[in-house]
Nanobody
């Protein structure tokens, strides 16, 4: 049974940083990819970044390119999302998802976590 558990969400001021973690069990990162999505109230779920386990190949959405960095620790089967220069519009529930495809398309995701809240506010 695949389980993805996000952590690290918090309240942070604009311009601040946060690191989110996604711990995977029942899914071997070496053979797949893990992505980060977010969903703000009233908006569609948005793909942010994806990392392939075998070689750290990464994809980023234009909206976060240069501010967010995805990384992985295969030994811990954990993926991280380092978020810098946070803006109020980054406020959302952040989800990680596991996939056997190298694509940020939401329909390519096979498993989802429960999400962690990130609030950017002064």
């Amino acid at each position: 049974q695949v389980q993805l558990v996000e952590s690290g969400g918090d309240l942070v001021q604009p311009g601040g940083s946060l690191r989110l973690s996604c711990a995977a069990s029942g899914f071997t990162l070496d053979f797949g990819a893990i992505a980060w999505f977010r969903q703000a109230p009233g908006k569609a779920r948005e793909g942010l970044a994806l990392i392939r386990g075998r070689d750290s190949g990464a994809l980023y959405a234009d909206s976060v390119q240069g501010r967010f960095t995805i990384s992985r620790d295969n030994a811990k089967n954990t993926v991280y999302l380092q978020m810098n220069s946070l803006k109020t519009e980054d406020t959302a529930v952040y989800y990680c998802a596991a996939s056997y495809s190298y694509s940020l398309n939401i329909n390519s995701m096979n498993y989802w976590g429960q999400g962690t809240q990130v609030t950017v506010s002064s």
